[in-house]
């Protein structure tokens, strides 16, 4: 036993091994001169980006897609929030416009045309993935950090006492800035060379923050002014961003009142160090460890940026647009990060109000993230937590997540301005799908008339936590079914905090009734095309229709292939047919026409007609055969007792057709016969 877990461990620690990358650790690990490092800007000049220009590039070098989103209209989609690092965990899905707006601005920022003085304000109702958004620039800042194209730099100074002991910058600033203000334009002449405007050019922005100037000023007076000295004194590293470490990562959200303190922000006196150092304005007796210090080089998080205190909020005003913030009892002293902050709906209402906050406002950029108004996109989002289909032992029925999320997005939409529109078929509409008389230019038209939609509605949040209420409460079911989620949105609407009057609420059941509708129209459809699945009988019915419509159109006769007698074509047979597909007596020669007209066009072109390939006939088809064969399976039968064997077997046939083509297992395929029979049956008893 003993050697076998020693042989395991020796495997495992050899598997680790074997999959180090050495080489890329001492890459990582550079510690070089000042000197190695001016050599390294000339041969690679993106390693003195600024902050703004490497989280674009960190965006950008993900890739993009350019697609179509409607006529004359051009997306961009941004790989990056795919989050193809983390399998996908954090993907935002459905937000395209919101992140071109968002990328657009990092890329005018990186350029310098002026928003890199202000504060990025993510805005939108709760659960709309602005949290998201700012974790996976956090996260992918981190990662980039740690490739050659996303490198960062930062300087040291020497231990006189102890060479081999460097003190390093404590906001991990850009070793440039050891470069007097002088010297800098001939400097970066030398640096830039022959770059032409495509190219990118090296910029020194900022000065040397207090503990490296303290420490500059002590060894230029040590060596007598002379700069080239002080520069031996010097080593440069290569840092890696990180959260966890506080090396250019920062996030800060509001406390209570009395628990806020603005040096969480700029750093605080050490107090243990007064005594060494004899002065509380001595750099060496202050730690730059306030969230801005930290975020130097890097991004900063503002969670809920508009509950902060008026003294946070006069820090940020300076940070954003002077790229300065003032530690105390220090002079103001230069960062180089994304501020990057978020908030809701009832907050950024509150901003506006506010005649005090006129000077935030104007130093904001707003980008709007509502939530999805697409159906398949907000599918996704669920689909990234229950995506096998068996979650926690359960099977999660077909369409149980797709019923919750057309809820979910039946609540964000506006009332349709057009009366003879639903508010579901709105909802395809913007899935889609085509409906008569609208056209492309309508949508684009009903999305920019709805201007607050997406910002209002349901919390995908919300959703999520019913879904998983329904994977526990139910027991002693294997699988779950859109009832069962339904159920839970429902009950959850008499406690949900967001909805504070009685009409939201009854507006919201009333939503979860027009999805039940859809929903028992998708399950019947299912259950006519699993009992019409029987591909001879179909093929036959297709045969009989197509001898009959021939001779009809070539006003012949159709022979019978049992008396072998010529007869009138079957014109109940063919309406039959027709009507399934709603096609009126006036327009029934032309339909006839169509098909054959379509079926010699296939001849010439030397092809074989295939039903399946037109799919109005064959859903026609379908029905038709549904229908011949309902009495004789008994469908409704299944909400009695007593099922007789032949007919249980015929049962079990369109049972397995369902586990078969449509996702189905045994329980909640007999579940949706049962439920399916019990419409039917209703229909019978109305019949009568």
């Known amino acids: 036993m003993t050697s076998l877990k020693t042989s395991s461990g020796k495997n495992i620690i050899s598997l680790i091994a074997g999959r180090q990358d050495l080489e890329q650790f001492r890459r990582k690990s550079w510690v070089g001169t000042f000197e190695e490092y001016l050599d390294l800007v000339r041969e690679t000049p993106q390693v003195a980006r600024n902050a703004f220009e490497r989280v674009y590039d960190m965006v950008i070098s993900y890739g993009t897609t350019v697609y179509d989103e409607s006529r004359g209209v051009k997306r961009t989609h941004f790989k990056f929030f795919d989050d193809p690092d983390n399998g996908g965990r954090d993907a935002v899905f459905g937000l395209d416009e919101t992140l071109e707006s968002f990328?657009?601005?990092?890329?005018?920022?990186?350029?310098?045309?002026?928003?890199?003085?202000?504060?990025?304000?993510?805005?939108?109702?709760?659960?709309?993935?602005?949290?998201?958004?700012?974790?996976?620039?956090?996260?992918?800042?981190?990662?980039?950090?740690?490739?050659?194209?996303?490198?960062?730099?930062?300087?040291?100074?020497?231990?006189?006492?102890?060479?081999?002991?460097?003190?390093?910058?404590?906001?991990?600033?850009?070793?440039?800035?050891?470069?007097?203000?002088?010297?800098?334009?001939?400097?970066?002449?030398?640096?830039?060379?022959?770059?032409?405007?495509?190219?990118?050019?090296?910029?020194?922005?900022?000065?040397?923050?207090?503990?490296?100037?303290?420490?500059?000023?002590?060894?230029?007076?040590?060596?007598?002014?002379?700069?080239?000295?002080?520069?031996?004194?010097?080593?440069?590293?290569?840092?890696?961003?990180?959260?966890?470490?506080?090396?250019?990562?920062?996030?800060?959200?509001?406390k209570d009142e009395k628990n806020q303190d603005s040096t969480e922000l700029t750093g605080d006196i050490n107090y243990r160090k007064i005594a060494e150092y004899g002065s509380d304005s001595d750099p060496r007796a202050f730690n730059f460890d306030g969230e801005f210090n930290v975020a130097n080089r890097g991004i900063i998080e503002f969670i809920e940026v508009l509950k902060l205190d008026v003294a946070f909020l006069y820090d940020l005003l300076g940070a954003s647009q002077e790229h300065k913030v003032k530690p105390k009892k220090f002079a103001q002293t230069d960062i180089d990060e994304v501020i990057i902050g978020h908030t809701n709906e009832p907050e950024y209402r509150r901003l506006q109000n506010n005649e005090f906050m006129e000077a935030l406002r104007d130093r904001t950029v707003k980008i709007d993230v509502p939530y999805v108004t697409r159906l398949s996109d907000e599918i996704k989002i669920y689909e990234k937590d229950y995506n096998s289909g068996k979650v926690k032992g359960k099977h999660i029925a077909p369409h149980t997540i797709e019923m919750a999320a057309m809820w979910a997005v039946l609540t964000r939409l506006e009332p349709p301005n057009n009366a003879s529109l639903t508010l579901l078929q709105k909802l395809k509409l913007y899935n889609g799908r085509t409906l008569a008389g609208f056209t492309e230019e309508n949508i684009k038209e009903m999305k920019e008339e709805a201007i607050s939609e997406g910002l209002h509605g349901i919390s995908p949040r919300y959703v999520q936590d019913k879904i998983s209420n329904a994977l526990v409460a139910n027991l002693e079911s294997k699988s779950i079914n859109p009832f069962m989620v339904m159920n839970e949105l429902e009950a959850g609407l008499k406690h949900h905090s967001l909805i504070t009057n009685e009409e939201l609420?009854?507006?919201?059941?009333?939503?979860?009734?027009?999805?039940?509708?859809?929903?028992?129209?998708?399950?019947?459809?299912?259950?006519?095309?699993?009992?019409?699945?029987?591909?001879?009988?179909?093929?036959?019915?297709?045969?009989?229709?197509?001898?009959?419509?021939?001779?009809?159109?070539?006003?012949?006769?159709?022979?019978?292939?049992?008396?072998?007698?010529?007869?009138?074509?079957?014109?109940?047979?063919?309406?039959?047919?027709?009507?399934?597909?709603?096609i009126p007596e006036s327009r029934k020669d032309d339909f006839r026409r169509e098909i054959m007209n379509y079926i010699g066009a296939l001849m010439i072109d030397g092809k074989t007609f295939d039903y399946k390939a037109n799919e109005r006939l064959y859903r026609a088809l379908q029905l038709k055969l549904f229908e011949d064969q309902k009495d004789t399976i008994k469908l409704t039968s299944l909400v009695s007792q007593v099922v007789d064997k032949d007919t249980q077997a015929k049962i079990d046939v369109v049972k397995s057709r369902l586990i078969r083509d449509f996702g189905y297992d045994d329980e909640s395929a007999g579940d949706v016969l049962h439920y399916v029979a019990s419409i039917f049956a209703r229909g019978d008893v109305k019949r009568k």
């Open 103 to 254: 990328v657009n601005a990092l890329m005018s920022a990186a350029k310098g045309y002026g928003i890199e003085k202000r504060v990025l304000l993510l805005h939108g109702p709760v659960g709309s993935s602005k949290s998201t958004i700012a974790r996976l620039l956090k996260r992918g800042l981190e990662r980039y950090s740690t490739t050659d194209a996303g490198a960062v730099y930062t300087h040291g100074w020497v231990n006189e006492a102890e060479p081999t002991e460097v003190h390093w910058c404590p906001m991990h600033e850009e070793p440039l800035h050891l470069v007097p203000e002088r010297f800098r334009d001939d400097v970066l002449k030398d640096l830039n060379g022959d770059a032409d405007e495509e190219q990118y050019k090296v910029k020194i922005v900022g000065d040397l923050c207090p503990y490296c100037r303290f420490m500059y000023t002590e060894r230029l007076k040590k060596y007598g002014g002379d700069w080239t000295q002080v520069i031996q004194d010097i080593r440069v590293k290569r840092i890696t961003l990180s959260e966890q470490d506080r090396c250019g990562i920062g996030t800060f959200q509001p």
């Open 505 to 582: 609420r009854a507006k919201y059941r009333e939503l979860l009734g027009v999805v039940k509708e859809e929903y028992e129209n998708i399950v019947k459809n299912e259950v006519q095309r699993a009992i019409a699945a029987d591909e001879d009988a179909l093929k036959r019915l297709c045969a009989n229709y197509i001898d009959n419509i021939k001779a009809y159109t070539q006003r012949e006769k159709v022979r019978n292939k049992f008396t072998g007698q010529t007869e009138e074509p079957d014109e109940r047979m063919m309406r039959s047919i027709e009507e399934k597909i709603d």
